[in-house]
């Protein structure tokens, strides 16, 4: 019990069994890949402007082991030890930018799996669309964030069965640190940029419903080389 926590007993004020440790958040600096586990990914200390975090691409074996087709139908996912998460507040800081040789379609795609299941296949996530932050072109910059639900709701089902509804526009640049904000309650979860007050994208239907709950990951494409340090997880 925190010794705040002891102030408010010695005060006679009821503690409930979630008021303590649980309400607090839990960081990862994410310096080193110890604590991770990483699915079809390698993951590097780097520092990236001047701040300490890890390089995570395809890694070399999953790259030899597929080929250039499939690697774009794998999930590369990097779990974080020890955290189950249903309901709360996932911060962290991001960056992505197109793979050398990586496709024409390939805008750098980053961001944060939730309540991912052991299947390693099913899982709900926001992610960044860096290129398309700055595009010359309207539509690709409201494509910049994205919600996706996989296996079943992948972006092109979402957006070709409900357009414009889990995707928006948020000033984006390639290879460049970008903090984001996931609050998750329920159904409900909301993505905030740049430590925006008011949220780039709402979901109000979670693909994994109002009980859902997983682990946490780092989700990047294979045509990615993604940047991800200092996460925090709030339950």
């Not at 296996?151 to 526009?169: G, N, V």
């Not at 979901?203 to 989700?219: F, P, T």
């Amino acid at each position: 019990m925190t010794r705040f926590a002891l102030l408010l007993v010695a005060a006679g004020v009821a503690l409930g069994p979630s008021s303590t440790l649980s309400a607090q958040a839990r960081r990862f600096a994410l310096e080193s890949p110890q604590g991770l586990r990483l699915h079809n990914l390698a993951a590097v200390p780097v520092v990236l402007q001047d701040k300490k975090g890890l390089k995570v691409t395809l890694s070399e074996e999953a790259a030899q082991r597929l080929k250039a087709d499939q690697q774009a139908q794998v999930e590369l996912l990097g779990l974080i030890d020890g955290v189950e998460f249903s309901n709360g507040v996932i911060e962290a800081e991001i960056a992505g930018a197109p793979a050398p040789g990586a496709s024409e379609g390939a805008r750098g795609f980053v961001g944060i799996a939730f309540r991912v299941q052991s299947d390693m296949r099913t899982y709900d996530a926001f992610y960044l669309r860096p290129t398309n932050g700055r595009a010359e072109d309207q539509e690709r910059r409201n494509h910049a964030v994205q919600y996706i639900a996989h296996p079943d709701w992948p972006w092109f089902r979402l957006r070709k069965e409900t357009p414009s509804r889990y995707e928006a526009y948020a000033d984006l640049q390639p290879g460049v640190w970008t903090k984001i904000k996931i609050e998750v309650r329920g159904e409900r979860a909301r993505l905030y940029v740049h430590d925006q007050e008011q949220p780039a994208l709402i979901v109000n239907d979670l693909k994994s419903g109002a009980n859902g709950k997983g682990a946490v990951a780092l989700w990047l494409d294979s045509g990615t080389v993604a940047h991800f340090r200092s996460i925090s997880v709030q339950p």
